[in-house]
């Protein structure tokens, strides 16, 4: 009798250190599925408010931005300011699913742009001055006719003026405020390259 009650609690001590490894491995794995779920909801709020990667496709920023380069977005500014004129802007392209475009602003909200034949940009009946070495451009496209711009509305231009289809066009227009995504913050690819996007 003294031998079988002796083992009881014996077997009792064994039972409970076998659930001790059970009960961690669960509390480990609760606080990792945790951890995963806190990180995917700061990532998604970070992406959706704060910032965004994009990848440049095709050479209508040329020279500035070039085809591959990767970006990050920053689309917080414009909540607290507005865009100012030579920022790089992000848009969606309406007439294309989940096609964005990048280009420069160069008309601002309330502002006449117009293009002369001999390739120049005036504002409000003066002439634009530019600050980087651009090409002339050969077709003013919609602006050969002044173009008024709304109270929330920019025109844009990618900076290879031959090669990019931008505001001078009817299908891209003059750009609503709220189509901005954001500004164009930092190269992060190729790291060659890497380093903050200068817009003036």
């Known amino acids: 009798m003294e031998d079988s009650q002796s083992r009881e609690p014996e077997q009792e001590q064994k039972k409970e250190k076998e659930h001790v490894p059970v009960k961690r491995q669960f509390k480990e794995i609760l ?92 504002i409000d009946g003066e002439e634009l001055e530019e600050h980087y070495g651009l090409e002339v451009i050969k077709d003013p496209g919609r602006a050969a006719e002044p173009v008024l711009l709304g109270e929330d509305e920019y025109f844009v231009i990618g900076d290879n003026r031959n090669n990019s289809l931008d505001s001078r066009r009817e299908e891209v227009g003059n750009i609503h405020r709220d189509e901005l995504i954001g500004r164009a913050w930092i190269r992060i690819f190729p790291f060659s390259n890497f380093g903050f996007i200068k817009h003036q």
């Open 31 to 122: 606080h990792t599925i945790l951890y995963l779920l806190v990180l995917f909801t700061v990532t998604i709020l970070f992406i959706r408010f704060v910032m965004q990667r994009t990848d440049v496709s095709g050479n209508s920023m040329l020279p500035m931005l070039e085809d591959g380069d990767s970006l990050l977005v920053d689309k917080i500014s414009y909540r607290f300011k507005d865009p100012q004129r030579f920022d790089i802007v992000v848009f969606p392209f309406t007439q294309s699913e989940e096609t964005f475009f990048i280009k420069r602003v160069i008309g601002l909200p309330g502002e006449t742009v117009q293009i002369t034949e001999d390739g120049r940009i005036w």
